[in-house]
């Protein structure tokens, strides 16, 4: 019956819900001007997330759907970029906002010289109040993290490194042009720890061209020898239309939504024999990782960057492309590198568009939040805290009554409870109470 539904829901083209309104519905109508006035009225004391985004990577990965591009250059005119950002933050707030979380984010982070990375880490300590017990995560490629850029940042006082995987397969890897062998990915984690950055994360891949159902399996075996504190095991979204690059990965190479649902239900049986919590929809963490104890205690959250136990409700966007939210809405900068450089350069933002959060987006974004994190809401209690309707939540009441009916879902007293073996369709069930996706879809990625 689940494979039935792999197939009938696979599908769909769907938000991730990593946001509500998800970034496809971002406009123009939200502005550096905007973006000014919604900072000037964040309260003094109230903690944030800053999420800097590098936007270089030594070649390019043909899978990547981020923002980057080849550099073989120094980044350090981004970096001095970056700073004057910091700065504008800095002068616009007229006073300096606590971090509680920091996340380098890409791209490589680690391509940069370790002295500019380290100048923006001081940069940021002279702009804002990082906090004592900050979390500061960076995004590491194990084929060019060198053994000065792991100390410094050791040094910088960074606790979580998220490295990429994807796969150990050799025939998947030159089909996405990213050859990165075991023994690198060893290296880099040995390096890490004996920094005394603790924190390991791996990025695994399934749905790539040539995988099997083996192969995934034969890379968890791999990841589960260096015992890393988290996974998150994400599908492939095949968007050639928005990701030029895509467009060298042949299409009858890639697996069909059936084969896809089979990795991914495949790895998540690995895993969890192998001691790790699965964690929403695609993370999984060890026990005794603060995201698995936040999912016990019902404190767990997702934004941009997935899944995490952090709940600021300010994250500040540096760079190009970063998104940055507010208690107002969602901003965005610019995401070509030398439209974001001209704007900083000016002494301006770099803002181009963003959302505006109205109450409704409120009321749907705490019942899709929800959804996602628990497998289950209470829409009584949802509804009533934002004084509307169990009725009105609902959207797309014809898909909500199929997803009863197939035993996606279940609802009780106004609870609705995701089946456990319906969780990789909880993108699905969120979508019910979606009152944008009808608006437009065609950047979204595959339901399965």
């Known amino acids: 019956m689940r494979i039935e539904l792999a197939n009938h829901y696979g599908q769909e ?6 946001s509500y309104p998800s970034a496809p519905h971002f406009s123009p109508a939200v502005d ?10 964040i ?6 997330s800053l999420y800097l985004h590098v936007p270089f990577c030594r070649s390019m990965c043909w899978y990547c759907g981020c923002h980057t591009s080849v550099s073989k250059r120094d980044e350090s005119i981004y970096a001095a970029a970056v700073r004057c950002e910091m700065q504008l933050l800095t002068n616009t707030l007229q006073h300096r906002l606590p971090l509680a979380h920091i996340h380098f984010g890409g791209g490589t982070p680690t391509v940069m010289m370790p002295e500019v990375f380290a100048d923006l880490v001081g940069a ?4 804002f109040i990082v906090l004592p017990d900050v979390e500061i995560v960076v995004e590491v490629d194990p084929r060019t993290l060198t053994e000065p850029m792991t100390k410094t940042m050791a040094q910088c006082g960074v606790t979580r490194a998220s490295l990429g995987v994807q796969s150990f397969d050799t025939l998947v890897q030159r089909s996405i042009n990213r050859i990165q062998t075991f023994e690198q990915t060893a290296v880099a984690v040995c390096r890490l720890r004996q920094a005394g950055i603790s924190g390991i994360n791996f990025d695994l891949i399934y749905g790539l061209p040539h995988q099997s159902i083996d192969s995934c399996l034969e890379t968890v075996e791999k990841c589960v020898e260096l015992r890393p504190d988290r996974l998150a095991v994400f599908g492939y979204a095949h968007v050639p239309t928005f ?55 019902g404190r767990l959250h997702r934004n941009f960057q997935g899944y995490t136990d952090h709940q600021e409700k300010v994250t500040i966007g540096l760079g190009a492309s970063a998104i940055g939210r507010l208690p107002q809405g ?23 568009k963003g959302c505006a959060i109205s109450a409704d987006d409120r009321f749907r974004a705490e019942i899709i939040e929800r959804i996602m994190c628990d497998l289950a809401v209470d829409l009584s209690r949802v509804s009533h805290d934002h004084g509307r309707t169990v009725e009105e939540a ?19 007293a106004n609870r609705l409870l995701v089946a456990e073996d319906s969780r990789f369709l909880i993108r699905s069930v969120a979508s019910t109470f979606d009152a944008h996706l009808a608006k437009g879809g065609g950047a979204h990625s595959g339901a399965v």
């Open 394 to 412: 609902i959207i797309d009441r014809e898909r909500f009554e199929r997803l009863l009916a197939d035993g996606v879902i279940t609802v009780e």
């Open 243 to 297: 990701k030029k690059h895509q467009r060298r990965i042949a299409e009858n190479t890639l697996p069909d939504s059936l084969e896809r649902h089979s990795q991914s239900e495949a790895v998540s049986d690995a895993l969890q024999c192998a001691g790790y919590v699965r964690i929403g929809l695609d993370h999984f963490a060890l026990r005794s990782d603060p995201l698995a104890v936040a999912q016990r205690e």
């Open 330 to 352: 969602f901003v965005q900068n610019a995401v070509a590198t030398r439209d974001y450089l001209q704007c900083v350069a000016t002494g301006h933002f770099a803002t181009v």
């Open 124 to 127: 940021m300590r002279s702009c």
């Open 32 to 41: 550096g001007k905007t973006y000014v006035d919604w900072l000037r009225a």
């Open 13 to 18: 083209r769907l938000p991730r819900y990593t």
């Open 43 to 48: 309260p003094v004391s109230c903690a944030a």
